[in-house]
């Protein structure tokens, strides 16, 4: 639906991860969800692109909401 990548960090937290993306996901159901897409360079990230949900555990007991691309890399 919508992406941007992030080239300096809001917050040092997220220095280390520099460039990262931040997406606005829409699930075929019909809500969307602000996530990042992992596993994917900032060049081949795009509006349309199929991604599917990674359940991650951050800390022991919570998860976070990532996804990953479902598509071959151009």
Known sequence: WSFCIY???FDQAFEAALPYNVVL???DSGPRIISNVLG???RDLH???RVRALATE???GHFLLYFASVEEAG
């Open 47 to 49: 509006v349309g692109l």
């Open 40 to 42: 994917v360079e900032p």
């Open 25 to 27: 996901v829409e699930l």
């Open 7 to 9: 080239h300096r960090a």
């Open 58 to 60: 951050v800390l022991p």
